[in-house]
């Protein structure tokens, strides 16, 4: 099984093809490296794709959502805008606006807002991919978060499962953060009203293992270690995406905005000399 990327067209661009596993995974360094595809073995694609022609990639600084609304980012080194040591990070962070380049076996960018270097490597595997990551400051010791943010298709009926059971979850797109009992209806697609859209994480004291996204008679499983403990779950009734979306958002900090992370004593610190790494494992099986 080979992890030498290859090459592939998406959308009339170049980009690269991992293949050889349960999942072929295409990436685009020119848009911060973003996964453009996952697609399983029976032909399914898990991840939101353009509505029409592609703009070019977003230059740095650019609204988020003015983008293509597809596929999975990277968020680094915070989601929300925010300003930190009196240096501002931009939405959705640094690292989506960023032209990725060859590093070591994978790809790497650097941080233009706090001094870091990013590097991941997509792997295939038999039962998907895995998708290994580090980050390392360049000079000084700097805070870090960083978040997954792969947009995934949700049909009608398409809902998550979490890999450990949770009595509540926390809102984080209301004032004061908070804590709601979780029932069924918070992880389904189809109870958010068309044009709508809704956030939860689970808290913080909660460790989150793994998480699934249910899809017909398939699962798209993501499996997290203890560097990522923090889990957030998005979901977007086509309000800002092209269809109907799920995120499933793995987290080194919490919440979403490093300033409020480095606060509540949740935010990741990187060390020159001392690489951060941490690992997500996917893996498509049937429902």
């Not at 848009?31 to 073995?41: A, C, E, H, P, Y």
């Not at 792969?150 to 009608?156: C, D, E, I, N, T």
């Not at 068309?194 to 899809?215: C, D, F, H, M, Q």
């Amino acid at each position: 099984m080979s992890s030498d990327p290859g090459r592939a067209s998406w959308h009339g661009e170049q980009v690269q093809a991992v293949t050889g596993g349960a999942l072929t995974v295409l990436i685009s360094p020119e848009r911060g490296g973003k996964i453009v595809s996952l697609r399983d073995r029976e032909g399914g694609e898990w991840l939101c794709q353009p509505a029409g022609a592609l703009s070019p990639p977003a230059a740095p600084g650019a609204v988020f959502v003015d983008a293509e609304m597809c596929g999975w980012d990277e968020c680094a080194p915070s989601t929300h805008p925010c300003t930190v040591g009196g240096r501002p990070i931009p939405d959705h962070g640094d690292l989506w606006t960023a032209r990725f380049r060859a590093g070591g076996d994978g790809l790497e960018a650097d941080g233009t807002s706090l001094g870091y270097r990013f590097r991941r490597r997509v792997l295939p595997t038999d039962a998907g991919a895995r998708i290994e990551y580090e980050a390392q400051a360049l000079t000084d010791v700097v805070p870090f978060l960083w978040a997954a943010h792969p947009q995934l298709v949700a049909p009608p009926g398409a809902r998550v499962e979490l890999g450990e059971p949770v009595e509540e979850v926390v809102e984080v797109l209301e004032p004061g953060l908070p804590r709601v009992p979780f029932t069924p209806d918070l992880a389904e697609i189809d109870t958010v009203v068309r044009g709508g859209y809704r956030k939860w994480n689970v808290p913080p004291e909660r460790a989150a293992t793994s998480v699934s996204l249910i899809r017909g008679p398939r699962r798209l499983t993501v499996r997290m270690g203890p560097e990522t403990p923090y889990l957030g779950i998005w979901f977007d009734a086509a309000a800002f995406s092209n269809e109907p979306t799920i995120a499933i958002e793995p987290s080194t900090g919490y919440v979403d905005a490093l300033d409020v992370a480095i606060e509540q004593h949740r935010a990741t610190e990187l060390v020159p000399g001392r690489p951060l790494s941490w690992t997500i494992e996917l893996e498509v099986a049937p429902a």
